[in-house]
């Protein structure tokens, strides 16, 4: 347990479906992080949130819309997917967005799109 | 643009045996590096991490080292053991943008 909890951990969708994924963090930590991880690919960073503003979108398509209400929860919410955005999503906190910190993942939400 | 190269990318030794698993970056502005283990279909655990001011971290069985003028890192695993299989990915901060740049990954399995 790394202190970092995503749910579902498994979702399956239909691509005209809305679904959310949901990410909680127990380290005090300011900085929050959605990474997608597609097979043969690196882990490709999609957003950064630091004390809730958003810092970084990695030039991510608008079907995925991330949500960062206080610095414990972050969500991305999905709409008209495609079977290609497949793929684990995992969520990933540090104290902060500042380049010396150490970075904590969750177990990851393995995504299905049919 | 950063890249990270993992060589190997796929590995398989008897158990007991010393290994090396190597990461190398093109920009070596970099800030940290760190090294993460990920079982299948699980999420990422991190092992190491190397400030921007060090040069090496040791943890228990797993020393990595960090020389950031020939932009390459090194995983050391001593005395391997079959729970050790798993994909080990290097990863790491710098370049201008927040959060970490991936390589790809080297598949280890520890054949008993």
């Known amino acids: 347990e790394t202190g970092v909890t995503q749910t579902p951990r498994h979702l399956v969708m239909g691509m005209t479906n809305k679904k959310s994924l949901k990410c909680e963090q127990h380290l005090g930590h300011n900085a929050m992080y959605w990474y997608k991880q597609s097979a043969k690919k690196p882990l490709e960073l999609m957003f950064v949130y630091n004390f809730k503003e958003q810092t970084e979108n990695n030039s991510v398509p608008s079907r995925f819309s991330p949500e960062c209400p206080n610095s414990s929860h972050l969500f991305l919410h999905l709409h008209t997917l495609q079977p290609e955005d497949s793929a684990l999503y995992l969520c990933?906190?540090?104290?902060?967005?500042?380049?010396?910190?150490?970075?904590?993942f969750g177990q990851g939400t393995r995504l299905t799109v049919v | 643009k950063q890249e990270v190269t993992q060589i190997p990318a796929a590995l398989s030794v008897p158990e007991g045996e010393n290994l090396v698993l190597n990461c190398s970056f093109t920009d070596s502005a970099i800030y940290n590096l760190q090294w993460f283990r990920q079982d299948p279909g699980k999420g990422l655990t991190s092992l190491l991490l190397i400030q921007s001011s060090q040069r090496e971290q040791t943890s228990g069985r797993l020393n990595a080292s960090l020389d950031k003028s020939s932009g390459r890192s090194t995983l050391y695993i001593a005395a391997s053991q079959p729970g050790d299989s798993a994909t080990y990915l290097c990863?790491?901060?710098?370049?201008?943008?927040?959060?970490?740049?991936f390589g790809k990954g080297t598949h280890l399995i520890i054949q008993p």
């Open positions: 990863a790491l901060t710098g370049g201008g943008a927040d959060g970490l740049t």
């Open positions: 990933a906190s540090s104290q902060d967005s500042g380049r010396d910190t150490e970075a904590f």
